[in-house]
């Protein structure tokens, strides 16, 4: 079966740096992807990580180690607007079918 | 350029009532999705078709049938619902070619009572 397997909550500090990480198990892997969603909003498309390595946007980087079934989301310079829920997301079976981790809630104190 | 467009976003249904959530992407995705969110919960995939013409089962299909009428549109049907249904839907799309991409609309809040 599949499965993605990510920390429930984490908190952090305004200006800190923060990691999410993410495990999974699928059958047939393509890639990793990462969303964010502010309550009550829709999720919101951050990265996607076909091949090892990191992948650096702006204060957002994804990582992913496909030997190690394992991504993560480090998030830089933590601003409280970055409060919100983070989701991974895997193709599995095929490159259409999307399944989603149940997300972790992150929450920043100033 | 609208992207991803849902209605109703929101409803109220009693137990035992039939009802249709529609969907709308404007950019020429090939893919599109319906998944379904419970209160601090993940999304779940109801259905999913990858091209227009084809619909595939998700990891919570009972209780739902979807239709893929065009390119554009892929609609969500409730034909008899439950409590247990009362959920946030969300609707996406994506190019289907492996970008990891989904684009997704603002939500439909169904009750069931």
């Known amino acids: 079966g599949q499965s993605l397997e990510q920390p429930s909550e984490v908190t952090a500090v305004e200006g800190a740096i923060v990691q999410i990480n993410c495990t999974y198990q699928?059958?047939?892997?393509?890639?990793l992807s990462w969303y964010q969603q502010h309550d009550g909003g829709a999720p919101t498309f951050l990265s996607y990580?076909?091949?090892?390595g990191l992948e650096e946007t702006g204060r957002f980087s994804s990582f992913l180690s496909r030997s190690d079934s394992y991504g993560y989301l480090l998030l830089q310079e933590l601003q409280m607007k970055d409060s919100a829920s983070y989701f991974c997301?895997?193709?599995?079976?095929?490159?259409?079918?999307?399944?989603f981790g149940s997300g972790t809630r992150l929450s920043i104190r100033p | 350029n609208a992207g991803v467009t849902q209605t109703p976003k929101f409803q109220v249904l009693k137990t035992g009532q039939s009802m249709t959530l529609q969907c709308a992407q404007d950019?020429?995705?090939?893919?599109m999705y319906w998944y379904r969110q419970d209160p601090g919960m993940g999304l779940r995939l109801i259905y999913y078709s990858a091209s227009e013409g084809t619909t595939d089962k998700g990891e919570v299909p009972n209780g739902y049938n979807v239709s893929r009428l065009n390119k554009r549109e892929f609609s969500l049907r409730l034909e008899s619902a439950a409590p247990s249904q009362t959920s946030v839907y969300f609707c996406a799309s994506s190019e289907g070619r492996d970008t990891g991409e989904l684009f997704f609309g603002e939500g439909s809040r169904l009750t069931v009572l």
């Open positions: 997301a895997v193709p599995y079976s095929s490159a259409s079918k999307i399944i």
């Open positions: 950019m020429n995705h090939n893919s």
């Open positions: 699928t059958s047939g892997f393509y890639g």
């Open positions: 990580n076909a091949l090892d």
